[in-house]
């Protein structure tokens, strides 16, 4: 079982508000990912972390930054939401290796901006 | 052309019935295939991972891997209302920046009792 754990799960601000989302993991997994899925849709790459120091774009544009400053820890952050920011965002993280095939996801962030 | 298709569904099966999922794909060195399961609302959860042609078992679910067709599948057998989910195909190439997978839109699955 993943012990991945992200905060806020439900989030709604207003336009224009900075936000960070929390994302935690106590596997030591080196890798870490978020990804961005509205309801009933398709799971999009937005950010991935290699290791301490390590950030990278994924597959599609965010507006998001990310920070990797320690293992366990990946915060993702939106200087000024947008209602378009609106959508679950996912956390997930994999160690390297052949197990690190598998990628485990936390339980996600409901945000909504008004 | 996506690079992970799958049929969205509804894919509706009675209860004890075997539910046939199929996910094609595109990029031909892809090496590492998954089946994740989604609830309404929830996270993703892995359900298999399969890495080489044939088939693979576990419990009620069977993955098939083809790779000269680009193809994996899942099987449910003695399909159960709770297996009512949104089924996802990941496929992962090697080298992969990150170890990043590539997703498919899913297939909604309905069991009806």
């Known amino acids: 079982e993943a012990d991945i754990y992200q905060t806020p799960r439900y989030l709604v601000i207003g336009t224009g508000k900075k936000i960070t989302l929390e994302c935690s993991q106590t596997m030591g997994h080196d890798k870490m990912y978020w990804y961005q899925q509205d309801p009933g849709m398709e799971l999009h790459l937005i950010h991935y972390?290699?290791?301490?120091?390590?950030?990278e774009k994924g597959d599609l544009s965010s507006e998001s930054t990310v920070s990797r400053i320690r293992t366990e820890h990946f915060p993702l952050t939106l200087e000024s939401a947008r209602p378009s920011h609106t959508s679950q965002y996912l956390c997930?993280?994999?160690?390297?290796?052949?197990?690190?095939?598998?990628?485990?996801f936390g339980e996600g962030s409901w945000l909504t901006v008004v | 052309q996506k690079e992970v298709e799958q049929n969205s569904g509804p894919l509706s099966v009675p209860e004890g019935a075997i539910a046939s999922l199929n996910c094609t794909y595109s990029?031909?060195?892809?090496?590492?295939f998954f089946w994740y399961r989604q609830y309404s609302g929830k996270s993703p959860e892995l359900i298999m991972s399969?890495?080489?042609?044939g088939d693979k078992e576990d419990g009620r679910f069977t993955a098939q891997l083809n790779k000269a067709s680009q193809y994996v599948s899942l099987l449910i057998r003695d399909s159960q209302p709770s297996d009512s989910a949104t089924y996802l195909c990941a496929v992962r190439v090697i080298p992969a920046a990150g170890n990043k997978l590539t997703f498919g839109g899913g297939t909604r699955v309905l069991v009806k009792p």
């Open positions: 997930a993280s994999s160690e390297t290796g052949n197990s690190g095939n598998t990628i485990y």
């Open positions: 990029d031909r060195v892809s090496q590492s």
């Open positions: 972390s290699y290791g301490v120091n390590s950030t």
């Open positions: 399969i890495y080489s042609n």
